[in-house]
Structures are given as C-alpha cells and as structure tokens.
T-cell receptor
Framework: AQKVTQAQTEISVVEKEDVTLDCVYE???????LFWYKQPPSGELVFLIR??????QNEISGRYSWNFQKSTSSFNFTITASQVVDSAVYFC????????????????FGKGTKLSVIP | EAQVTQNPRYLITVTGKKLTVTCSQN?????MSWYRQDPGLGLRQIYY???????DKGDVPEGYKVSRKEKRNFPLILESPSPNQTSLYFC??????????????FGQGTRLTVV
C-alpha cells in the first residue's frame, strides 16, 4: 500500500528564513506522481506542484523549490525567504495506479505540516 | 472558470438524519473523489469514481454512499450520520484521459457537524 510520511507536524520560522518541509513516500509502483498542496487558514486546498516518478529534476518556482530523490523516496519542499503569507498547512501526496478492474488513481496524503511564519 | 463546487459549505445536523453533500465540476473530468480531513490524520479518501456509473471504496468508506449518474456530479450521501462523521469534507476532480493523473481540483470544503 502506498504511504506518505510528513514527519514535521509543526514548524515555526521567523520571516525571511528559509524552511524545508520533508516528505517521504512508499510505493511498490514504478510509475507514480507526487504532489504538494497548500491549505491556508481559509481552508481551501491549493495545488502547488506535480512531479512524475521518471522526472527527478528539481524544480524552482519563485521562492519555492522542490527536491525529488528517488534513491531516498523523498520529495522535499523548500521555501526561501519565507513570508507571513506562507503560513499554512502543507500536504504532500502520492498517486499511483492501482488496477482493480476499473482502475484507480488514489491520491494518498501525508498528515500535513503546519508552517507558521512569524513577522 | 474551472471549478469544483460543493454545497453546503457548513452543515449542522442530528444523529440519524439523512443528508447529502453535493459536488459538481465543470471541467469534464473523469475522476472524482471524496475526502475527509480530521486533525492529525490529514486527508483520507472515502470514495472515488473513475467515470459515470463506476465507483469504488477508498480508505474510509463506512457510513457513506456515493453515486455517479452524470459526469459532472458526485454527491456524498450519509444515510444515518453519527457524531464520528463530524469532519471537513472535500470533493475533488481530475482528468485521467491521457493515463496521467493530473492535479486534483478541490472544492472549498464542507464542514459537517453531527450532534
């Protein structure tokens, strides 16, 4: 069964500090997808990134960057120069293809990391 | 505008009174699913649907029913709600036509309280 572990339950940083959110996953599939979602205090879930298992290139989007390492089954997320608006719960998720007749693309979430950025 | 719409946003009900949470998407997505979010547990999948008339259980299906009669709608039904179903519920949809699971679009959530 697929599993996603976000070991950091809560993190607090001072504004402008860099912060890395860890994500470790387990899967038996060779083809899978990894995601990060942000849940701000307002409650909605905001998609940040998707990465497939064949693409280990790191990605940078503004102050956000992602480090995907298959060798350690990790997909870590770094925020550079954090801002108060980054305060949210961040979820890492894994999607694999599980064939059960109809097929499945179950999205399994980690338990989330609550990030608080202090001004 | 591409969106997933859930209704209601907030609901307080009593134990045993049947309720339905509606979910509708306007992106012609094949795949839809329901999740519940509880403190310390993250999001857990309740049911999913690969397409019209094709549904299957997720990780926590007990006490819930779903139906997928039309591609755009995927209602969540609680036949006899109990207090342990008090939670924040999310509906999501995504496209899988290319064999790739694209990003999931989430509704705004329904906060359900069962007393």
């Amino acid at each position: 069964a697929q599993k996603v572990t976000q070991a950091q339950t809560e993190i607090s940083v001072v504004e402008k500090e860099d912060v890395t959110l860890d994500c470790v996953y387990e899967t038996r599939d060779t083809t899978y997808y990894l995601f990060w979602y942000k849940q701000p205090p307002s409650g909605e879930l905001v998609f940040l990134i998707r990465r497939n298992s064949f693409d280990e290139q790191n990605e940078i989007s503004g102050r956000y960057s992602w480090n995907f390492q298959k060798s350690t089954s990790s997909f870590n997320f770094t925020i550079t120069a954090s801002q108060v608006v980054d305060s949210a719960v961040y979820f890492c998720a894994l999607s694999e293809t599980r064939y059960s007749g109809a097929g499945s693309y179950q999205l399994t979430f980690g338990k989330g990391t609550k990030l608080s950025v202090i001004p | 505008e591409a969106q997933v719409t859930q209704n209601p946003r907030y609901l307080i009900t009593v134990t045993g009174k049947k309720l339905t949470v509606t979910c509708s998407q306007n992106m012609n997505h094949e795949y839809m699913s329901w999740y519940r979010q509880d403190p310390g547990l993250g999001l857990r999948q309740i049911y999913y649907s690969m397409n019209v008339e094709v549904t299957d259980k997720g990780d926590v299906p007990e006490g819930y029913k779903v139906s997928r009669k039309e591609k755009r709608n995927f209602p969540l039904i609680l036949e006899s709600p109990s207090p342990n179903q008090t939670s924040l519920y999310f509906c999501a949809s995504s496209s899988t036509t290319t064999g790739v699971h694209t990003e999931a679009f989430f509704g705004q959530g329904t906060r359900l309280t069962v007393v």
